[in-house]
C-alpha cells in the first residue's frame, strides 16, 4: 500500500456530536501537516474515521473494522470513555497500538500494553484542581457541583481524595446530569451554602449555563472548571458571567511555545472556529503514532509499541512522556477568562501530585 | 328445581348514579329467566357484577352454593357462567371461527403452563363451526370481524358464549339489532338450548319474544327490583305497565 | 427561606414542562398519539426564535415569528405524517413519531452545526431582587407565560364554540363532519397551537440557558410523555397541575436525594408510585 | 469470516435474541414496553458481577435470565393495573429508574464507570459466536413455537381485548405475567451475552435509546411476526454499518427509515411482503 | 326531494350497495328496510357523505350532491341520525344540541334547543349530565334532538328503535309522526317491519345491497310474507 493509515473512531452524531467533530479536525489538522511535511516513512498518512455515536456497542465493530479491513498501524480514539474502554478491548487483543485522546476512564489503559492515553486521567485533574483552591488560592470551604457521569465522577473524586492535604472543607456536594441545563434549585442551595468558592464540574454545554445562573443569582465566589470548560463556546453562553472563571485543562492560550502557538493559529483557519481542548488532544493523539511510527522505521506493531512507549515529544498540549501504564505524564495548565477569551494564569508541575497510576 | 344462581342484595353506585340498589333474585336450575326495565335501569350492570367484569360496593352472589362474588372473572367462568355483551367486543383481529374457537378451548387455556402444551386447533376450530352453524352465522366463519353487521357480530356473542359449555349463560340483549325473523329464529334456538338443560337469563326488550319464551320475568326500575313473577302477571302489574310498558308491549301482553 | 426559594424554582421548572407538555396533551387528546416529535418542533422553536432575535435585535419579534413558523410546521406534520397513520394501532404513530424526531435532530446538526448557538445579547437577562431572591426577568416571564398562555387555552377549550367543536371532534370525529365541523380544520388548529406553544417552550429555554442545540428536544421528548400521563392525558389543567408539581419534586429531589437517584429517576419514580396509587393518574378525565 | 464480520454477526444474533423477546410481550400480548433495555440490563450487569466473582459463564448466563425474568414480573405486575399509553410509559419509567440506580451505585455496580475487565466467555471469538448463534435459533424457535400454540392464542386474545379475554375464562394476568417473565428472560440472555461480548458494561449501554431501538426493530420488521422482526433486527442493526462512509448522515437515514417503514408499511417487512406476495399471487391467478 | 341514481357505494374493494335507485319524495317517510347486512346503513352514511361512491349519482333537490362532503350536506339540510346513536358522550347534553345547531347562524342556537327541549322535556331535566352517561332512551332522543338543531329538510334515521324500551320507542315514533305532520322529508331504516310500516308512506327492500322490493306501504302491508322471507335471507344462505 502506498499510503499509511491510522484508525480513527469519534461521534460524529448523536448527543457528543460537537466534541467529534473538535477531536476530528484536530487529527486531520496532525495528519495535513505530516503529510505537508512529507509524511513518514516515505509515505502520506491515511486518517480512515468512523462514527461511533460514544456508543460501545457501535466502537467494538468499529475496532475490528478498523483492525481487520482497514488493516490500520494504530488507532487512535477521539471519543468518550465508554466508546474508548470497549475498542481497547479489541485492539489490545489484536495487539495494535491504540492512542485515547481525551477519554478519562481510568481503566481504558489497563485493557493492556499497547493501550495508550495522551490526556490526563479525571483523578489526576480532581488533585490539581484541589491543589489550585486549597494551596495556590487559599480557599477553605468549598462546594463541589458534579457532573454525574464518568468524567465528572472522577474528577470529584481526585478532588475529594487531595482535598484534606490542602485544608479544604467540603461543606456540600450537588449533582446534576448531562441533560441538565437549568440549575435553579442547586443555585438556591449553594447560595445558602455561601461557601468561598466553587468546584464544578462539566462540560461547556453544561458549564455555561451554570456559571451565568450562579453569577445571576448573586454568587460571586470563584467557580474552577476543567478541560470540559476549555473551549471558546463556553465563554459565548456563559456571557459576561465568564470573566475570571479558572479551570485546569491541557492547552495554554498564551504559551509562547511554538509546537502549541502555531496549532492554535492553524487550527483555526483549517476549521473555522477556535480550537478547544478536545481539539488539541486529537490533535496530540495523531503527532504521537506519526512520531512513533517514525522512529519505529516500520509498520510493524510491535516495534511501533516500543516507539510510542518511548515517547519524548513536545506538542500542542505539551511534552508528551509515558508511564508504564500508557498514561501520560504531563503539567497542568490553568487557564482563566479575561476580556472574553481564555489566557494563562498558572501552570500546576508536581510530578508527585500528578503521577498517575502506574498499574 | 333447585336454585342455581343466587343473588342477594347488589348495590352499585358509579359516583352519584345508583345504577343498582339492594336487588336480590334466584335464578332456578333449568330456568328461562328474563330481565326486563327501563332503559337505564341496571341490568346489564346486574350481568357485568354477576360475571365479575364490576366489582359492586355491595353483593353476595352464589352459584351453586358457593359464594363468587369474591372471585375474579376468570374464575367464574370456569365454574360455568358465560355473558353476551350488549355493545359486541369480539376480538377484531380474529376470525369468526377463531374467535369461537378459543371459547371452545377454554380448558387448554385455563393454566398458562398447559397451554404451552399443544399445537393443534383443529378440533376445537371444527367445533366452533357447528356452534357457529347453530346460530347462523356459518358462512361468515372464515371472514374477518370487522365490517361485519351488527347482527353476526350479535350473534357472535352468542356462539362464543356457548362455546364455553357453561352451566348458566346470561345474555344481554342478544336480539337488538335482529329484524323479527331473525329474532324470532335466534329466540327459537336460544329456547332449544334451554330445554338441552342450559339454565339462562336473558335481558330484552323485545316483548315480544320476551313473552314468547320467558319462563320467569324481573322487573327492575332505577336500579331496584319493581317486580316478579310468570310473565302474564307481572305485564298486568301497574307500576311496571307505568316504567315501561308502551303500546307494543300492550298489543303483545293483551 | 431555602424552602421558598426551592418552591419557587420548582414552580419554573414545572412552568416549562407545562407549556412543552401541554401541546403533547392536546395531540394526545384528540389523535390518542404521542407525539414524540413534539420535542423537535420545541428545539426547532429554539433556534428560530434565536436567528430571528439575533438578526433582527428583537425578541418581541424573534418568539411570536418562531411560534408561528413552528406552529405551520406542526400543521405539516399533522398532514403529511399522522393523517395517514391515524386508524393503525398507537405504537405505529409512536415509532413513526420517533423516526421523525431523530431525523429533525439530525437536520439541526447537519444545519445549524452540532455546537449550538447562543445569542449575541440574551435578552431578559437583568436580576430582579426582592426578599433576599434573586430572579431572572426570564423567570418571571416564564412563569407568567405559562399561566396566561394555558390560561387562554382553557378559556378557548371549555367556553368558546372552538373549544366545543374541539371536544366533539375528539368523540366523534366522523359524526362531528355531519354536524358541519371541519375536523381538518380542527386538528390543524390543534397541531398549530400545540406546536406554536412547544416553540414558545423552546425560546424560553434557550434565553435561560443562553443555549440552542441539535439535541435540546432531548429531555423534554420523553419527561413530556410522564407529564402528560400523570396530569391524565388530554387534560389541559390536569398537565399545568401535573408540570408544577414535578416541577417542585425536582426541584427539591436534586438536592434533598440527588446523590441516590438523578433528575430523571427522581421524576419517573414520582410517576410509577403515583401511577401506582392512582392508575389514572393525578387527573383522570372521568 | 473476518473478526469485523464475526464480531457485526455476534451482535445481530444477541440484537435477535433481544427482540425476539421484546415480541413476545408487545407482539404477541399487545403489551407495549418502551423499558426493554433495562431487563438487557439487569442481565448484563449480573452476568458481569458473577463472572468477576470467578462463576463459569453457562451458569451466569442462566442467572442473567433468572434475574431479569424476576424482575421483569415485578414489572409486569404494573401492567396489571395501568394500560396501553400508561404502561408505555411506566415501562419507560422502570428504564429509567433502573438507569438512576445503577448510576448511582459505586462500589456495588461500578457507578458511571460501569464495570471493566469482565472474563472472557474461554470459547473464543468463533466459538463465542457460534454459542449466540445456537441460542438465538432457540430463542427464535422457542417463540415460534409459543405463537403457534394455545398459549399465543390466549395472547392473542389478551392483546386484543382484555374484558373480553376475561369473559372467555382467560386469567388475563397470569398470562401478562408470562409474557413479561419469558420476553425479560430472553432479554436477560442478551444481557449476558453482551457483557461477555463487550467486556465492558457502562450504564448508558441500557438506556432509552436501546429501548427505542429494540422497539423499532420489532416494529419495522412487523410486530408480532417472529420472522418479520429477525429481518428488522438484522436490518436494523447492520444499516448503520453500511452507510458508515457516509457517517455525517448515518442517522438521519436511521430517523427516516423508522418514519418512512411506519408511514408507508404500518405492519412492518412483514406486513409488506405479505402484501406483495398477494399482488404476485392475484396477478398469477388472473393469467 | 332526494334521489339516488344507480348508486354503488361501500368501503375500500367492498361494494356493500350495487346499483340502489331510490327516491324520497318531499314531506313522506320513506322506509328502507332489509336483513341483516343488506346495506341500510351504508345508504344512509353514503347519503350524509361518509362512505365512498364507486359508481350513479345522489340527486338533492335535483342537484348532484355526490362529491360533496358531510359539511356541504348537512348546511344543504340533510340531517342525520346515525346508527348506534353516536353521542358526543363527554359533552353533556345542551353541549350536544349547540353542536347539532354548529352549521347554522349562532343566534338561532338558543331558540332551537328551546324548540327541542319542549318537544323532549326529559332532555330538559337532562340538560347539563354528560350525553355518555344518558340511559338509552335518552340518548335516542337526544340523537334525533341534535339532528333537529341542524334545521333539515331532509332527516336520515338509522335504526330508530335499536335499544330501547317499548315506551321509548312509542315516544320516537310519535315524534316522527309529528315532523312528518309538519312537512319533513325522513328516510327510516328500521328492524321492526311492522313499526316502520306503521308511519312509512314509501318501502324500499334491500337484499345483499340490491333492491328486492318497492312500493307503498299500503302494498307492502299486503306482500309481508314476500317481505319476511327477504329478511329471513341470511338464515337460507
Ligand atoms: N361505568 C359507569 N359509570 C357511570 N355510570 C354508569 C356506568 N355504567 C352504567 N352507568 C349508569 O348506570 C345506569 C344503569 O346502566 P345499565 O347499563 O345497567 O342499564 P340497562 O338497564 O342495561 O339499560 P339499557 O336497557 O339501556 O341497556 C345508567 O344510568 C348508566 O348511565
Ligand atoms: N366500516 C366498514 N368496513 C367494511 N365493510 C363494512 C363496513 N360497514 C359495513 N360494512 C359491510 O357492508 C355491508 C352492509 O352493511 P350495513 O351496515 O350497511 O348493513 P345494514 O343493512 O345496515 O345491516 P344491520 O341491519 O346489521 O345494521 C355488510 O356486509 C358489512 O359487512
Ligand atoms: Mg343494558
Ligand atoms: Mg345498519
Redesign the pocket.
Given at each position: 500500500t502506498d499510503t499509511i493509515k491510522i484508525g480513527f473512531h469519534a461521534p460524529l452524531t448523536g448527543f457528543a456530536a460537537s466534541d467529534g467533530k473538535s477531536s476530528t479536525e484536530g487529527a486531520k489538522l496532525a495528519v495535513n501537516q505530516v503529510n505537508a511535511a512529507g509524511g513518514v516513512l516515505g509515505k502520506q498518512l491515511e486518517l480512515v474515521i468512523y462514527d461511533d455515536q460514544a456508543k460501545p456497542a457501535q466502537s467494538i465493530p468499529i475496532a475490528n473494522k478498523l483492525i481487520g479491513q482497514d488493516k490500520v498501524v494504530v488507532g487512535i480514539s477521539g471519543s468518550y470513555s465508554g466508546a474508548t474502554r470497549s475498542a481497547a478491548g479489541v485492539f489490545q487483543e489484536a495487539k495494535i497500538p491504540y492512542i485515547s485522546a481525551y477519554a478519562i476512564h481510568p481503566d481504558i489503559t489497563r485493557a493492556g500494553e499497547y493501550v495508550f492515553r495522551t490526556s490526563f486521567l479525571g483523578e489526576v485533574q480532581g488533585r490539581a484542581g484541589a491543589k489550585l483552591l486549597g494551596d495556590m488560592m487559599g480557599k477553605k470551604k468549598v462546594v463541589i457541583i458534579t457532573l454525574q457521569n464518568d468524567f465528572g465522577k472522577s474528577l470529584a473524586a481526585g478532588f475529594k481524595e487531595k482535598a484534606a492535604d490542602y485544608g479544604i472543607n467540603i461543606v456540600n456536594e450537588y449533582q446534576y446530569s448531562i441533560k441538565d441545563r437549568q440549575f435553579g434549585s442547586i443555585v438556591a442551595k449553594v447560595r445558602a451554602d455561601n461557601p468561598d468558592a466553587i468546584y464544578a464540574s462539566g462540560y461547556y454545554f453544561t458549564a455555561g449555563p451554570l456559571v451565568s445562573q450562579l453569577r445571576a443569582a448573586g454568587v460571586t465566589c470563584p467557580i474552577i472548571g476543567q478541560e470540559g470548560y476549555d473551549s471558546q463556546k463556553f465563554i459565548e453562553i456563559a456571557g459576561s458571567a465568564a470573566e475570571g472563571i479558572i479551570i485546569t485543562t491541557s492547552l495554554d492560550r498564551d504559551s509562547k511555545v511554538p509546537e502549541t502557538a502555531d496549532f492554535i493559529a492553524a487550527f483555526e483557519k483549517q476549521a473555522g472556529f477556535k480550537s478547544d481542548m478536545v481539539a488539541a488532544s486529537g490533535h496530540t493523539a495523531v503527532m504521537v503514532a506519526a512520531d512513533a511510527i517514525k522512529r519505529a522505521g516500520s509498520t510493524d506493531p510491535a516495534k511501533v509499541l516500543a516507539a510510542i512507549q518511548a515517547t519524548d515529544l513536545k506538542v500542542s498540549t505539551g511534552t508528551i512522556k509515558f508511564n508504564a501504564l500508557g498514561e501520560v505524564m504531563k503539567a497542568v495548565q490553568v487557564q482563566v477568562v479575561k476580556d472574553g477569551n481564555w489566557h494563562h494564569y498558572d501552570v500546576i508541575d508536581d510530578p508527585a501530585l500528578l503521577a498517575p497510576p502506574a498499574e | 328445581m333447585s336454585e342455581l344462581l343466587t343473588v342477594q342484595d347488589v348495590t352499585m353506585h358509579f359516583g352519584g348514579v345508583h345504577a343498582l340498589t339492594d336487588v336480590s333474585f334466584e335464578v332456578q336450575d333449568g330456568e328461562f329467566l328474563c330481565l326486563i326495565g327501563p332503559n337505564g335501569a341496571g341490568k346489564t350492570t346486574m350481568l357485568k357484577a354477576i360475571v365479575g367484569a364490576i366489582r359492586p360496593q355491595k353483593a353476595r352472589i352464589q352459584l351453586d352454593g358457593r359464594e363468587i362474588s369474591g372471585l375474579p372473572t376468570h374464575r367464574r367462568i370456569h365454574l360455568g357462567l358465560a355473558l353476551t355483551h350488549q355493545i359486541v367486543r369480539p376480538f377484531r383481529s380474529m376470525t369468526l371461527k377463531d374467535n369461537v374457537a378459543l371459547a371452545v378451548g377454554h380448558r387448554r387455556i385455563r393454566r398458562v403452563w398447559t397451554a404451552l402444551g399443544g399445537l393443534d386447533r383443529n378440533k376445537e376450530r371444527a367445533e366452533a363451526l357447528k356452534l357457529l352453524e347453530m346460530v347462523d352465522i356459518h358462512t361468515y366463519a372464515d371472514q374477518a370481524v370487522?365490517?361485519?353487521?351488527?347482527?353476526v357480530l350479535k350473534r357472535l356473542e352468542v356462539a362464543r358464549a356457548l362455546a364455553l359449555q357453561p352451566r348458566l349463560l346470561l345474555l344481554d340483549e342478544p336480539l337488538a339489532?335482529l329484524?323479527h325473523v331473525e329474532a324470532a329464529h335466534l329466540a327459537d334456538t336460544i329456547v332449544r338450548i334451554n330445554r338441552e338443560g342450559l339454565t339462562i337469563v336473558m335481558i330484552e326488550h323485545n316483548l315480544g319474544e320476551v313473552l314468547r319464551v320467558g319462563h320467569r320475568l324481573v322487573v327492575l326500575d332505577n336500579g331496584r327490583k319493581i317486580a316478579e313473577g310468570l310473565p302474564r302477571d307481572v305485564m298486568q302489574m301497574s307500576n311496571v305497565r307505568a316504567a315501561y310498558v308502551g303500546k307494543e308491549a300492550n298489543d303483545a301482553a293483551a | 427561606m431555602l424552602y421558598l426559594e426551592l418552591l419557587i424554582q420548582g414552580l419554573i421548572y414545572g412552568s416549562m414542562y407545562a407549556i412543552i407538555a401541554v401541546g403533547l396533551t392536546l395531540v394526545y387528546g384528540l389523535l390518542r398519539i404521542l407525539h414524540v416529535a413534539h420535542a423537535g418542533l420545541f428545539a426547532l422553536g429554539g433556534y428560530m426564535g434565536l436567528l430571528i432575535t439575533n438578526s433582527t435585535g428583537s425578541l418581541i419579534l424573534g418568539m411570536p415569528l418562531a411560534a408561528a413558523l413552528v406552529g405551520v410546521v406542526g400543521m405539516a406534520i399533522y398532514r403529511i405524517c399522522y393523517q395517514p397513520i391515524l386508524d393503525q394501532p398507537p405504537y405505529v404513530a409512536l415509532i413513526a413519531s420517533i423516526g421523525l424526531f431523530i431525523a429533525m435532530e439530525e437536520m439541526f446538526r447537519l444545519i445549524f452545526g452540532p455546537f449550538g448557538l447562543t445569542y449575541t445579547d440574551a435578552p431578559l437577562q437583568s436580576v430582579v431582587q426582592f426578599a433576599g431572591i434573586y430572579l431572572r426577568t426570564v423567570d418571571l416571564a416564564i412563569v407568567a407565560g405559562s399561566v396566561s398562555l394555558l390560561g387562554a387555552l382553557s378559556w378557548l377549550s371549555q367556553k368558546t364554540r372552538i373549544g366545543l367543536a374541539w371536544r366533539a371532534t375528539v368523540d366523534d370525529p366522523q359524526i362531528a363532519e355531519s354536524f358541519g365541523i371541519s375536523v381538518l380544520n380542527v386538528r390543524y388548529l390543534n397541531f398549530f397551537i400545540g406546536s406554536a406553544l412547544a416553540a414558545v417552550a423552546g425560546v424560553f429555554i434557550s434565553l435561560l440557558s443562553n443555549l440552542v442545540e441539535p439535541t435540546m428536544g432531548g429531555v423534554p421528548s420523553y419527561k413530556a410523555l410522564a407529564i402528560i400521563v400523570l396530569g391524565g392525558l388530554g387534560n389541559v389543567a390536569g398537565t399545568l397541575i401535573a408540570s408544577l408539581v414535578l416541577g417542585v419534586v425536582e426541584a427539591f429531589g436534586t438536592i434533598y436525594i440527588g446523590d441516590i437517584l438523578d433528575r430523571d429517576a427522581i421524576a419517573f419514580a414520582f410517576l410509577i408510585i403515583v401511577l401506582m396509587i392512582r392508575p389514572e393518574g393525578l387527573f383522570a378525565r372521568r | 469470516m473476518g473478526i469485523y464480520e464475526l464480531s457485526l454477526a455476534t451482535v445481530v444474533g444477541i440484537n435477535i435474541i433481544l427482540a425476539v423477546g421484546l415480541n413476545l410481550i408487545t407482539g404477541f400480548c399487545g403489551q407495549i414496553s418502551l423499558g426493554h433495555a433495562a431487563f438487557y440490563g439487569i442481565g448484563a450487569y449480573t452476568a458481569a458481577l458473577m463472572a468477576k466473582a470467578g462463576m463459569p459463564g453457562p451458569v451466569n448466563l442462566v442467572a442473567a435470565m433468572v434475574m431479569a425474568g424476576a424482575v421483569g414480573v415485578l414489572v409486569g405486575m404494573t401492567s396489571l393495573r395501568v394500560r396501553e399509553d400508561f404502561l408505555a410509559i411506566t415501562t419507560m419509567g422502570v428504564g429509567f429508574l433502573f438507569l438512576g440506580i445503577v448510576r448511582q451505585q459505586e462500589s456495588l455496580l461500578g457507578g458511571e464507570l460501569g464495570i471493566s475487565s469482565i472474563p472472557s466467555f474461554g470459547v473464543g471469538k468463533m466459538g463465542f459466536f457460534v454459542l449466540v448463534l445456537v441460542l438465538a435459533v432457540l430463542a427464535v424457535a422457542f417463540s415460534l413455537y409459543i405463537k403457534r400454540s394455545w398459549m399465543g392464542f390466549a395472547f392473542e386474545a389478551v392483546a386484543d381485548d382484555e374484558d373480553t379475554a376475561r369473559v372467555i375464562s382467560v386469567d388475563v394476568p397470569a398470562y401478562k405475567l408470562a409474557a413479561f417473565a419469558l420476553g425479560t428472560a430472553l432479554a436477560g440472555l442478551a444481557g449476558g451475552l453482551y457483557c461477555y461480548f463487550a467486556r465492558f458494561i457502562v450504564p448508558d449501554d441500557f438506556g432509552f435509546i436501546t429501548s427505542i431501538s429494540v422497539l423499532s426493530m420489532v416494529a419495522v420488521g412487523g410486530i408480532g411476526s417472529v420472522f418479520g422482526v429477525i429481518v428488522g433486527t438484522a436490518l436494523l442493526t447492520l444499516i448503520p454499518e453500511f452507510f458508515r462512509f457516509i457517517s455525517d448522515y448515518k442517522l438521519l437515514v436511521y430517523g427516516a427509515l423508522l418514519f418512512g417503514v411506519m408511514r408507508f408499511a404500518p405492519d412492518g417487512l412483514a406486513g409488506l411482503t405479505a402484501l406483495a406476495f398477494k399482488r404476485v399471487q392475484r396477478k398469477g391467478g388472473a393469467v | 326531494m332526494l334521489r339516488l341514481e344507480s348508486l354503488s357505494c361501500?368501503?375500500?374493494q367492498?361494494r356493500?350497495v350495487h346499483a340502489l335507485d331510490l327516491e324520497a319524495r318531499t314531506g313522506r317517510i320513506t322506509a328502507l328496510l332489509?336483513?341483516?347486512?343488506?346495506?341500510?346503513?351504508?345508504?344512509i352514511m353514503c347519503i350524509a357523505g361518509h362512505v365512498d361512491v364507486f359508481e350513479g349519482r345522489v340527486l338533492y333537490k335535483e342537484a348532484a350532491i355526490t362529491g360533496w362532503n358531510p359539511m356541504q350536506r348537512v348546511k344543504a339540510g340533510i340531517g342525520l341520525v346515525p346508527?348506534g346513536r353516536r353521542l358526543f358522550s363527554s359533552l353533556s347534553v345542551r353541549e350536544n344540541l349547540v353542536i347539532g345547531g354548529y352549521c347554522r347562524a349562532k343566534a338561532d342556537t338558543a331558540a332551537g334547543v328551546d324548540q327541542v327541549v319542549q318537544m323532549f322535556p326529559r332532555l330538559g331535566e337532562r340538560f347539563h349530565q354528560r350525553a355518555g352517561s344518558l340511559s338509552g332512551g335518552e340518548q335516542q332522543m337526544l340523537s334525533i334532538g341534535r339532528a333537529l338543531m341542524s334545521q333539515p329538510e331532509l332527516l336520515l334515521i338509522?335504526?330508530l328503535s335499536l335499544g330501547l324500551m317499548p315506551k321509548a320507542i312509542d315516544i320516537c315514533y310519535a315524534v316522527i309522526a309529528d315532523l312528518k305532520a309538519k312537512g319533513m322529508t325522513i328516510v327510516l331504516?328500521e328492524?321492526s317491519t311492522q313499526r316502520a310500516l306503521e308511519v312509512a308512506d314509501d318501502v324500499t327492500v334491500?337484499e345483499s345491497?340490491a333492491v328486492v322490493w318497492r312500493g307503498s306501504a299500503q302494498d307492502a302491508r299486503e306482500s309481508t310474507e314476500m317481505i319476511d322471507a327477504s329478511l329471513g335471507l341470511t338464515r337460507n344462505v
Open positions: - | 370487522a365490517g361485519q353487521p351488527l347482527g339489532g329484524n | - | - | 361501500g368501503y375500500g367492498m356493500a332489509g336483513a341483516n347486512g343488506a346495506g341500510k346503513s351504508s345508504t346508527e338509522d335504526e331504516v328492524q334491500l345491497g
